[in-house]
């Protein structure tokens, strides 16, 4: 019989009876029912029970036993009385009645317990995060990130792509976020950085003659923590394509997304048609570049209906260049309570009030209620009704001035109406592709211009484009929004030098700087470049809403905690003297 075991935990079944079996795992819960042991033995595969009683040899040790002692047990297989059957449990059918005990792991009292589901703090939690996997929602979420990515990469393979692997140790590029940096010992004062994402080795792929790649790619940003990222590393699918357009990724990545979403999304629906809308008009209609589409709200300009009318606040705003009003229609909200309770939403948020009409009905006719409609009377109140297709029990928000200023508001309104509302579809998952992105913005402060997006896409209209006004470039980018959430970021990329070194002008970046940062991509592009894009799809987002959990941290392995700091390992953590001088480092203390 091998050393350990002759099954797994979830083998054994009635063919089983008789037999003498081996099993190894650790200890899920003791029962004690009258001087007859009960064990729940688990391991990675299930769990099974097993039993010891006095007529057992081992029965005075198997009473030392405690939970998540690792033990490896001999016994015979039973079944179970019919009333004692368990058919919550693939082997509940069974038990195996002890006869031999080994300890292979005593465990001290712990910190957190792994049967049962008490919520823990996270700090409990990342210390000890490897009793944490052991628990069964954490087991499950990480086999099933394990499966997604074998899954992807049949999907890629099977589309004609490519593994190919590309360099963690490199230079800096700018990606939207801090860089990690990595001191050279032989060559003193230089830093490498770790890869924000492949994006220029991945272009070089294509410059080199390989058609298609992809990698599931561990990139790292010095970024500040979300509940939906990682402060420090994370893994995507990336891929590259070359002589495609914009459609052609699309089309090439959206039945590999949709695929995964349908074999593992636990039955829940797959919207098989996936808008484009324009970076602009998710602004306008969502307030956010990443919509939530279960949620059927689309915000509307209802400007003209307030221009000059006797509202006096919104009357004012629209004298002012550059505002609007927008309305976010709620059907079925149209309660004053309702209307308050949102009010009360948008002051905590930092707004002063959030305006609002509801429809009603009175003696048997519809009536406009709320502030806003007795300020504007009741013709512009039945147009704006009108407009946003509302009826009697409904009810419409507004809120106005610069649509910079309040659009987050609105789309967080959005989000809370739906939901409030029970108006937003949870058993489903609905994309949009998020096209046309602005290609620079502006620093509010400075007025200096930057790049909004990816810096090495190719701007709509090529060259001609970049000789006007940099606001009014749109770039060939991309984003794929779910549920609210961005999977996945690409652009068709710029790919001749003359348009390059043009575009980084525009941003402020000198020929020679971009020269000097991107010379390796810059001079590949010299000798015969092929057109190319791709994107790059978060493999944590995608777990975590297949695992339907809102913090990240619940399907990555060992993830950091909000500061940034790795409290099982003791990262981050302050070098030894010597290395220090080997890599001629000297730590500057910060003064309090």
Known sequence: MHAFRSHTCADLNKSNVGETVRLSGWVHRIRDHGGILFVDLRDHYGVTQVLCDPDSPVFAQMETVRSEWC????????????????PKLPTGEVEVFVRDLEILGAAEELPLMVFGDQEYPEETRLRYRYLDLRREKMQDNMTLRSDVVASIRRRMWDKGFREFQTPIITASSPEGARDFLVPSRLHPGKFYALPQAPQQFKQLIMVSGFDKYFQIAPCFRDEDPRADRSPTDFYQLDMEMSFVSQQDVFDTIQPVIGGIFEEFGGGRKVDAEWPQISYKDAAKWYGTDKPDLRNPIKMQDVSEHFRGSGFAIFAKLLEQDGTEIRAIPAPTGGSRKFCDRMNAFAQKEGLPGMGYIFWRETNGEMEAAGPLAKNIGPERTEAIRQQLGLGIGDAAFFLGGKPSVFEGVAGKARTVIGEELNLTDKDRFAFAWIVDFPMYEKDPETGAVDFSHNPFSMPQGGEEALNGDPMDVLGYQYDLACNG????????????????????????????????RFGGMVNAFKYGAPPHGGCAAGIDRIVMLLADTANIREVIMFPMNQRAEDLMMGAPSLPMNEQLRELSLRVIEQED
Do not use: W
Not at 71 to 86: C, H, Q, S, W, Y
Not at 489 to 501: D, L, Y
């Open 71 to 86: 033990i490896r047990i001999d016994g015979t297989v039973k079944a179970r009385d019919p009333e004692l059957v368990n």
């Open 485 to 516: 959430y961005e999977l996945i970021s690409g652009a068709i990329r710029n790919h001749k030098p003359e348009i390059m070194f043009k575009a980084f002008e525009l941003a402020g970046y000198p020929a020679d700087e971009v020269t000097k």
